[in-house]
Structures are given as C-alpha cells and as structure tokens.
C-alpha cells in the first residue's frame, strides 16, 4: 500500500470517527436504536481504516493525526449540527491541537 493511500484510509478513519460522535451524541446515551446501531458500526470501520493507516505510518503518528484531526472535526459538526459554539479559550486551545498534527506530520521523523 502507497503512503498515499495510507493517508486516504487516515481521511477515512477521521470521517468514521467523527460520524460515531455525531450519533453518540444523537443515540442519547444509547437510548436510541438507530443512532446506537450507526455509532457501533462506525467506530468499527473507524478502527479498521487506522489498522490499514497503520501498515505504512508509525502508530504515534497515525493516532495523533487521527485524535487532532477528528477533534476539530467534530467541534465544526458540534457547531453546525449541534449550535455548539466554542468560546475563546477553546478555539486557542483547537489551534495549538491543529498545530501539533502539523508539527508531528510535517517535521516529525517518519
């Protein structure tokens, strides 16, 4: 498998796992059928496409991209799905998280 593809499965395990917290959110504590069954199914696929991500990039790369990149995913699906709007101190915080996926990807030893 190319590194490119290594990264399309990263992509992949972001969308994944921000689906599952969307419908984590949605399921009410699991107390709901539909939004459970998603969320169950997603997380799975989710950890399949990290397992494929991790043939090719170091595990401590792979999962700080991953964790980086679907926390600032899932705060822009919290605002736009949820109206879930992070204050100052938040969006500092999202940035340096943005800046360490850099730093680990860009000058980090691969």
Do not use: H, W
């Amino acid at each position: 498998m190319s590194l490119a593809t290594s990264y399309g499965f990263l992509i992949l395990a972001v969308f994944l796992g921000v689906t599952s917290n969307s419908f984590a959110k949605s399921a009410e504590g699991f107390t709901l059928l539909f939004p459970s069954i998603i969320t169950g199914i997603t997380i799975v696929a989710c950890m399949y496409a990290l397992s494929m991500v991790m043939k090719n990039i170091p595990i401590g790369i792979t999962y700080a991209s991953f964790a980086g990149l679907t926390i600032i995913a899932t705060v822009v699906v919290g605002i736009f799905r949820f109206d879930q709007m992070p204050n100052l101190y938040s969006i500092i915080g999202l940035a340096f998280i943005v800046i360490g996926v850099l730093m680990v990807n860009l000058l980090g030893n691969n």
